[in-house]
């Protein structure tokens, strides 16, 4: 059901949903807090009005560490028992996002939800936040999600986009829809905005006729040098699922603690520790290959669907100015010299 709303009956809205028992989390400016000596930067954090949400920039942190928590209390022991830690949210959240990000909520079930047995976790933090699909009315620097098919959300409550002062909404919440009635003017059908092109362009083999092959090819030699093993690309990426364990003790014996998960990367040093001194993927080269092939093929032969959504925000957080889509396309290239096809 279509809407519009006035400054005034979003922050109405927004009053509603927190008296519902939701916290309402979205891209926000922080002024002066950037990488870079006097820059601002675009992160999720809590709002309570519509003039704190940035709609014009893209953020340069994914919703996901609004979503899922960077570090998590598991369960606590104490001896042989254990407590099971509250939820991080009990509320539930309304969570503001890009259609690209809608469609990396999805990899996350992928990787929670089906990947063997249902992480309990996340499924209770996925219960209880709702989607609010902010439209694009332009790609934004390093965007490639038209080449990922990732430019349109799959589903989602509710979509808003700017028109001038006021704001278009598809509602698809009954609840909301009733909220709506009694403050904002019904609109003709809404369609969320959405790009259709992006300057950067992405192909994709649709197969890999030799593996073996391609993971000794060249290509990734020059990451052994460039890339530095910093993780930033895999943090800020909304469909990384990647965490290590740790337990964090209360007492000398070591009886009496909480056990924790945090998220980690394989793009950072000791990710493939093992036990016995072993390590896997020593150089960053093979880290960036192993990262690459997962993104675009590993993902798709078990799921159906990429693990990258081409939202660009690797590239642009790269200390190195490693550009994530120029080695897609190097792998395409690759293997199309090796005789595959295009996806």
Known sequence: MGFRAGRAQMDALFNAWQAEGFTVVA???????GRFSETDIVRYDTVTSIDEVVFDRRADYSFKEAFTPVRQTLFYFAG????EAESPRK??????????????????????LKNGEEDFYYKRLREHCRFVVMGCDHSFEDCFCV???????????????????DFLLDVKDP???GILAGIGAPEQPVTPQTVSENAVQVALPEAI?????????????????RCIACGRCTLVCPSCTCFTMQDLFYDDAGRIGERRRVQASCMIDGYTDVAGGGSY?????????FKALHKVYDHRARFGRNMCVGCGRCTAICPEYIDFAVILNKVDGEVRTRGGGQA
């Open 175 to 177: 609840g909301w829809q």
């Open 147 to 165: 080449s990922m098919g990732t430019n349109v959300a799959p589903d989602y409550d509710m979509a808003v986009d700017p028109a001038g002062d």
């Open 281 to 289: 993927r020593q150089k960053n080269g093979a880290r960036m290959r």
């Open 80 to 83: 042989e028992s254990t407590a």
């Open 27 to 33: 891209p926000k400016l922080f002024a002066g807090t």
């Open 91 to 112: 509320g539930g959240a309304v969570i503001f996002l890009r259609n690209c990000d809608r469609c990396a909520l999805e990899v996350l079930d992928d990787m929670y």
């Open 209 to 225: 006729p030799d593996r073996a092959a391609l993971c000794a090819s060249d290509i990734w030699k020059e990451y052994d040098e």
